[in-house]
């Protein structure tokens, strides 16, 4: 009897375990900051595009077709939608994904795939409305793109101006990015109705910049500067500033202006160096910029995840933003091959693990998005950590709310940070009570940040 109970009790235990999916799997250590690392869901296959939806859910695609909308508190995933005209060979398939900024209003989901024409693979960018269910009344905004079973890019993403930003690969004609009828390449600027922008700096041309390879890496840092990372042939990977106008060399650049043919090029056609090229290469992905206080070792970084390289690089970057002052290496061959990263409003870093993809030694359970975060509270829950030291009342606001704060942090800087990391505003705490103006922002999440005399404290507030 004693042995059944005993047994019965393994089984209820081992029960207990396996629903404790959410406890942490490993403990590391950024620098000196300890993080806990996480599965939220496994058995994936390539995901490809991984980002923080304003309904505080991850969204990401899969690269055979389908997209998912991921419940990261509990692991529960939806199958939103499996796209039939999606062409998945090589590196081609369902790539980017973005969602419209004003998403609630405009509920608008932009895609880039690979599809069948004849006997060619093509690329196109399709949006379409989310009902609250699934993803209906398709529209091809720029059909017909130059595609191939390798160098399709395509990162896209909406930039503060709200247009919509979109790289596109050379699709394995070395004659394309220079060639300015060509789309392939680029990175191309498109209002979000699909057509061209009239400040687009070659008129009548979605164009925006030229001389790309394979750019599958982009983000918009907090002050508004737009980064790409970009494979290179097998020397030079990049780390690029992009900017309106500018050439990226591709293919007469490989890397830095530094041989002979590549400087007079690079003299004659406007061309703009990487900030960083790495040579061998690592497979440069997905991209995007961490602002927030819980790991300071990754403040002001770009973090890019790595393929062939199977880790996460820290790019820290000057205050300007135009250098990358100090680079970092993380969780080097920890889970294989990183395709993409998303970051939560409270600082949660989460990576989509690229195993299936055809170059990749899948283990049980690939591909997975793993969540890593700060050990104990995080961000959103500083407020706990450090009760009573900010207050925001009423919270959800209202025009009349005020915030309230510990006399040593007056004379502190203090900034609003919405859910994507973006500073809206900052100013200075004069006094202990203050009006909280929020007459300008949308509805939506967003934390309100004191840094400067003291420990940094931030409190969340809601804008409905
Ligand atoms: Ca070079």
């Not at 790289?167 to 680029?186: I, R, V």
């Not at 070659?202 to 500067?225: C, D």
């Not at 927030?292 to 199977?310: F, R, V």
Request: charged fraction near 20%; aromatic fraction near 10%; include cysteine.
């Amino acid at each position: 009897m004693k042995t059944l109970q005993t047994f019965v009790s393994y089984i209820i235990l081992s029960f207990l375990v396996i629903g404790c999916s959410k406890k942490s799997e490993s403990q590391l250590y950024i620098g000196s900051t300890a993080i806990d690392t996480n599965t939220i869901v496994s058995n994936l296959d390539t995901p490809w595009e991984i980002l923080w939806g304003p309904d505080n859910y991850i969204w990401f695609t899969e690269r055979a077709g389908r997209i998912n909308r991921l419940n990261p508190e509990t692991g529960e995933n939806q199958l939103i939608v499996a796209i039939p005209e999606v062409y998945e060979f090589g590196e081609a398939g369902l790539l980017g994904m973005a969602l419209h900024p004003d998403f609630d209003t405009e509920p608008y989901i932009y895609l880039v795939y690979n599809f069948l024409s004849g006997e060619f693979i093509k690329e196109r960018l399709v949006r379409y409305i989310w009902n609250g269910s699934t993803l209906e009344q398709p529209v091809i905004l720029i059909n017909n793109i130059p595609g191939n079973s390798y160098h399709d890019g395509s990162r896209i993403l909406f930039g503060p101006d709200g247009k919509l930003y979109m790289s596109t690969g050379d699709a394995g004609n070395l004659n394309s990015p220079q060639n300015m009828n060509s789309l392939a390449g680029k990175i191309l600027r498109i209002n979000p109705d699909g057509s061209i922008p009239e400040d687009n700096p070659n008129p009548g041309s979605y164009i925006w910049a030229l001389g790309l390879r394979n750019s599958q890496g982009l983000v918009f840092s907090p002050e508004g500067r737009l980064y790409g990372s970009e494979h290179g042939p097998s020397n030079d990977d990049e780390l690029n500033l992009l900017e309106s106008g500018r050439n990226y060399g591709w293919p007469d650049v490989a890397g830095f202006c530094n041989l002979p043919a590549e400087i007079t090029f690079c003299d004659l056609n406007n061309v703009r160096e990487p900030l960083t090229a790495w040579t061998p290469t690592l497979a440069v992905a997905g991209i995007d910029f961490y602002n927030h206080m819980d790991i300071p070792e990754w403040q002001n970084s770009i973090l890019m995840t790595t393929l062939k390289a199977g880790k996460l690089v820290s790019l820290r970057l000057s205050s300007d933003g135009l250098s990358v002052t100090e680079q970092a290496d993380w969780f080097t061959g920890e889970w294989g091959r990183l395709r993409d990263i998303c970051i939560s409003p409270d600082g949660r870093v989460f990576l989509a693990v690229s195993n299936r993809d055809g170059r990749g030694t899948p283990v049980a359970g690939d591909d997975r998005i793993i969540e890593i975060k700060v050990a104990g509270p995080t961000g959103l829950s500083v407020q706990h950590k450090k009760s009573g030291i900010i207050k925001i009342i009423p919270n959800p606001v209202s025009p009349e709310t005020k915030v309230v704060i510990n006399e040593e942090y007056v004379g502190s800087g203090f900034t609003i940070i919405s859910h994507t990391g973006q500073i809206i505003s900052a100013g200075k705490i004069s006094q202990t009570q203050f009006m909280l103006d929020t007459g300008n922002l949308k509805p939506g999440y967003y934390i309100f940040q004191v840094s400067g005399q003291v420990e940094p404290v931030s409190e969340p507030f809601i804008v409905l």
